[in-house]
């Protein structure tokens, strides 16, 4: 039986969810978006690839109402970047006990940044039975990858990466999520001031749910989960990219004067209790004619190893690697339900329906480092959390 999809959000990141969901296997039944100029569009139209699916574009004002009624596998959420700006399908999703992925990049790891909406969405998918998840580009390039080339170390002394994107690939929200087109004055205003506080400011402010996070400070925080490091102390600074001459950006719809902010660089530093440092950089930008992609990991050590990918496919390998997840979210335990508590992602050649599996009832995930969401006592004393 096909796997059925909804679709959140049909902008430039949908186009490859979609059909790349179809490819495998997989059925799109209904796909919403806020913006006018989409609703009521054939999907094929998002695709561009010249079919008509008969499958159209809902005002996101119904999508709570859709997956309420109809049955519903999974819903790919593409929108925005930030928890703040895009936990209401999310809260929705756990509310209706539908399962979620999104590309969103504080998704990835919310629970050091938004703990309390974290712990809201978390609450209601346990209760209803269904799995959120978030993941993407950052789960095997900023993640996985990281982590099994650490298995291949002797001894980890500090890790340190770096990954640029050029952000016209992924629409207005992330551009301007990257202080593209400000001043140098604006962008220290609304971007870079913000880090100009203590760690006891920080902590407060991620408590109340009012800390924005750089997208690094989710993957360190992933990351030190996935090695078994404990976090003493992270800090994260963001430093503009200038432009040289005028910059046209077909996202922003303007030309970015020379002197103005193209984007940033943010660099988050995290210390742990077993002395491993984590220095990461991710620098989102709109790009001139000589840049492109790269990511660029080194594991200092015994031995150190670097890791260098050129021109990386961000858009299609984000994608891609959110589809693939579907069926290690469908079949996860009850709850948000981080990547780094699930296997290292893999190639699905074929549909993925194939890969999916009954999880029986009494199964029990307990193990000595188990992340478990505490509900339903277990005959060995300890909890279970799997999905009925």
Not at 229 to 235: A, F, S, W
Not at 236 to 245: D, G, L, N
Request: charged share 25%; net charge negative.
């Amino acid at each position: 039986m096909k796997i059925n999809v909804v679709q959140y959000g049909c902008g430039k990141m949908s186009k490859y969810t979609m059909r790349y969901a179809m490819e495998k296997g997989c059925k799109i039944v209904a796909a919403f978006d806020c913006d006018e100029n989409k609703i009521g569009k054939d999907i094929g139209d998002i695709i561009e690839d010249g079919k008509t699916y008969k499958v159209k574009v809902q005002d996101s004002k119904n999508f709570e109402k859709y997956i309420s009624s109809h049955t519903v596998d999974i819903v790919i959420v593409t929108t925005m970047s930030y928890i703040k700006d895009m936990y209401e399908p999310l809260l929705i999703c756990a509310k209706c006990g539908v399962n979620a992925i999104t590309t969103a990049e504080e998704a990835f790891f919310p629970q050091n940044s938004s703990p309390k909406t974290y712990k809201m969405i978390d609450d209601l998918a346990v209760e209803n039975n269904c799995t959120i998840c978030g993941s993407g580009y950052q789960d095997v390039f900023w993640g996985n990858l990281i982590s099994v080339l650490a298995g291949a170390t002797q001894k980890i002394t500090k890790i340190k990466g770096s990954s640029s994107y050029n952000v016209e690939d992924y629409g207005i929200a992330l551009a301007k999520a990257h202080g593209a087109g400000l001043s140098l004055e604006d962008f220290e205003k609304e971007v870079a001031s913000a880090d100009n506080i203590s760690n006891v400011e920080r902590k407060k402010l991620i408590q109340k749910g009012e800390f924005v996070p750089s997208y690094m400070w989710n993957v360190n925080g992933w990351l030190c989960s996935k090695l078994g490091l404990t976090v003493v102390n992270q800090t994260q600074k963001c430093i503009p990219h200038v432009a040289k001459e005028d910059l046209y950006s077909s996202t922003l719809n303007m030309t970015i004067p020379k002197g103005y902010a193209t984007g940033m660089s943010a660099i988050v530093t995290t210390e742990t209790k077993e002395g491993i440092v984590i220095e990461s950089e991710c620098i989102g930008k709109v790009y001139d004619k000589t840049e492109c992609d790269k990511n660029d990991w080194t594991i200092m050590g015994e031995p150190n190893t670097r890791v260098v990918i050129e021109r990386p496919s961000t858009v299609e390998l984000t994608c891609a690697t959110v589809v693939n997840r579907i069926p290690e979210v469908i079949m996860a335990p009850a709850g948000y339900f981080t990547t780094d508590l699930m296997p290292e992602n893999f190639y699905k050649f074929g549909k993925l329906d194939d890969y999916l599996f009954e999880v029986e009832e009494d199964e029990c995930c307990c193990h000595d480092d188990c992340h478990c969401h505490e509900h339903e006592e277990c005959d060995c004393g300890d909890k279970k959390h799997s999905k009925k």
